[in-house]
């Protein structure tokens, strides 16, 4: 496994490396957003630890430029910061998985591990279901002729429940698609983001593609 470590403080990425290092991974590291960004476009890593708190662009910033490039290791963000807007800032910029500071070198080795064993989702070709179409290459979604705007876990939302269209997806499936993480009331999350993905895929154009399927979950209809 071979990880990039995008942390400014010396001690603690030093203290990340060692850890890693000892589970027998690789770790390069790199002190700012520019330098994370060089290395990942060059390298193909099994993970990315980003430390949200950096001189210059931030974590989010970073990740957000990752995704844009094309780049779709798994990043598991550091933040010191625990408040629900971060976490949802973090998501939405396309990490995976985030871990509040101070944390446990052991908790850090586990979830690297889980996000490299999930690997790399496959892009697969475009998805149309009636006149919504995702393009996964392009992180495009359209509703005919209109080009949507979504954030990363919007788009990793959608994707999954397109690409199992017809099927009642309960919270818990749709959180393990695009999340790794367990906090409380993890369930909400979904929630919050159908809510989200319903204002901008349905209500502007009068659809209706996510149903809710009470005491269930989501479904994304069949046929439009
Ligand atoms: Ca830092």
Redesign the pocket.
């Known amino acids: 496994m071979r990880v990039l470590i995008v942390?400014?403080?010396p001690r603690?990425a030093a203290v990340i490396a060692r850890t890693l290092t000892k589970d027998g991974a690789a770790a390069d590291l790199a002190a700012d957003g520019d330098r994370a960004i060089e290395l990942a476009t060059i390298v193909d890593y099994d993970a990315i630890v980003l430390?949200?708190?950096?001189p210059g662009r931030s974590g989010f910033d970073v990740c957000r430029l990752l995704r844009e490039r094309g780049v779709w290791a798994p990043v598991l963000m550091?933040t010191a910061l625990d408040a629900v807007h971060d976490r949802v800032a973090g998501l939405d910029s396309g990490a995976d998985d985030y871990l509040v500071k101070p944390f446990a070198l052991a908790e850090l080795q586990a979830r690297l591990r889980a996000l490299a064993r999930r690997g790399r989702p496959e892009r697969p070709a475009i998805i149309e279901i009636g006149d919504l179409r995702l393009d996964p290459a392009r992180r495009a979604v359209q509703r005919g002729a209109a080009e949507i705007e979504l954030s990363a876990k919007e788009f990793a939302l959608l994707e999954t429940m397109m690409r199992r269209r017809g099927e009642v997806l309960s919270r818990l499936e749709l959180i393990e698609s695009a999340w790794d993480f367990a906090y409380e009331n993890r369930s909400n999350v979904i929630d919050v983001y159908v809510r989200r993905l319903r204002a901008k895929i349905d209500e502007p154009f009068g659809t209706a593609t996510i149903e809710t399927i009470r005491g269930a979950g989501y479904r994304i209809r069949d046929t439009p």
């Not at 430390?51 to 950096?54: H, K, Q």
Request: proline share 0%.
């Open positions: 942390e400014d403080e603690m430390d949200v708190m950096l550091l």
